[in-house]
């Protein structure tokens, strides 16, 4: 046929071939072709060889038009998209390639999946926006800055409530720590913090955003703030104060990337391997992210600036649920009584001051403290009924006017007169 005549040369070739005919043509030396084309001495032998022997052909690489080797199979491929369609069908490239090897023993390239999935149109190349921002370094130790937030999602695909995801990663290393809540709150935002504490250690500073759980919404007056008074603190942060750790907050979302990109890809990934084991409630979603979490980290965290860990580890008596709990002032009553949360407490014991502080913790145990020290108390079921308050109604005596009244004189004449009709 006439097409197999037809040789279809890259530009690199031809500019190969140009060279290597010069050589040829003894116009310059093997050397010098050499030093033109970037390649070896010995490799210009074998092009000049391959040239005086098969024409310009000789410069074509000979598995030019021939299948791969290593090119996969076309049933490999078939099973790969049914797989791929059946029970990956919402998964990314990178995602599908992991649990293809990992579940089903089919070891294939993020690449060569990610092309075969655009080529049957079950994904599409996603262009990556440019970045405006100004990157702002990481923080060279370990425990030096941790990025918080709380994601609210449909983290269980409606197998249960929805829940909120406490995260926690480290700026410097991009570990991370995180926890399934019912809600995004004080107590959530405590307890999480708490067992953060537990794993790693108190870090130098938190950075969170102006969610009301980490910054009071209250404003201080004209007059507060002419005499000087502080912007008042939310619990979390009073909490945080009292255990010093430095307290942060991020003005916009951009501004604590790495803790929502996490979320991002944990929306992405832990929502899919969760769907993947079963998981219906919250304790078997945190018993998963307990385990899911040393893999994850392995994986995706990266050495810091400097090795040091500045994480403050808490002594064995230490007890954080004094400072991780809501507190509140109460007035103690004559009666040695104080009412909280439309509830009446009778403290058992002489008190010397007039005000208490009410301890509510995570574990939903209730204190009441003075000076430091707890006091004993129960609750009164049954407010006492106070004698003094209680008034007996009586009837209201009815008054009627005496016959001489001014009202029943102009009663009398008014009816005395004869109503004339016009």
């Given amino acids: 046929m006439a097409g197999k005549d037809i040789i279809v040369m890259r530009v690199t070739e031809l500019r190969r071939l140009k060279v290597i005919q010069e050589a ?17 001495e010995r490799q210009v032998g074998r092009l000049v060889k391959a040239v005086r022997k098969e024409g310009e052909r000789g410069i074509v690489h000979k598995s030019r038009g021939k299948p791969s080797n290593c090119k996969i199979s076309a049933d490999v491929r078939g099973k790969t998209i049914g797989l791929y369609k059946g029970k990956y069908h919402d998964f990314g490239p990178t995602l599908a390639a992991e649990k293809l090897k990992e579940i089903d023993e089919i070891s294939i390239s993020e690449e060569t999946l ?25 923080k060279e130790c370990f425990g030096e800055m941790v990025q918080m937030d709380g994601s609210h999602h449909d983290w269980l695909e409606g197998r249960s409530h929805r829940l909120a995801l406490m995260g926690y990663i480290d700026d410097a290393t991009s570990k991370v720590f995180a926890r399934f809540y019912d809600y995004e709150g004080t107590m959530p935002a405590m307890d999480s913090f708490k067992q953060y504490v537990e794993v790693t250690g108190l870090p130098q500073s938190i950075y969170v955003d102006k969610h009301s759980t980490y910054k009071s919404q209250g404003k201080l007056t004209i007059e507060e703030e002419l005499e000087g008074l502080e912007e008042p603190m939310s619990q979390f942060e009073r909490a945080l104060e009292e255990l010093g750790v430095e307290v942060i907050h991020a003005h916009s979302p951009q501004a604590k990337g790495r803790i929502e990109r996490l979320f991002g890809t944990f929306q992405d990934r832990v929502i899919k391997e969760m769907r993947l084991k079963g998981i219906k409630t919250k304790e078997e979603a945190n018993d998963f992210i307990e385990g899911y979490l040393p893999d994850y980290n392995k994986r995706f965290s990266r050495p810091p600036a400097n090795e040091t860990d500045v994480h403050v580890r808490l002594p064995k008596n230490f007890d954080i649920d004094n400072f991780l709990c809501i507190k509140m002032e109460r007035t103690v009553r004559k009666d040695n009584t104080i009412s909280h949360e439309s509830k009446l407490y009778q403290i058992e014991e002489v008190v010397r001051t007039k005000k208490v502080t009410v301890e509510e913790r995570v574990d939903g145990s209730l204190h009441i403290t003075s000076n430091g020290g707890q006091l004993r108390y129960r609750q009164i079921e049954e407010r006492p009924k106070n004698e003094k308050t209680e008034k007996t109604l009586k009837p209201r005596k009815r008054y009627i006017p005496p016959k001489d009244h001014p009202w029943r004189k102009g009663q009398n004449r008014g009816s005395n007169q004869k109503r004339v009709n016009y």
């Fill in 114 to 138: 990610r092309k075969w999935l655009i080529e049957e149109g079950l994904w599409k190349k996603k262009r990556k926006r440019k970045e405006h921002r100004q990157w702002r370094e990481r």
């Fill in 24 to 40: 040829i043509s003894k116009k310059i030396t093997q050397t010098t072709a050499a030093a033109i084309l970037w390649l070896s």
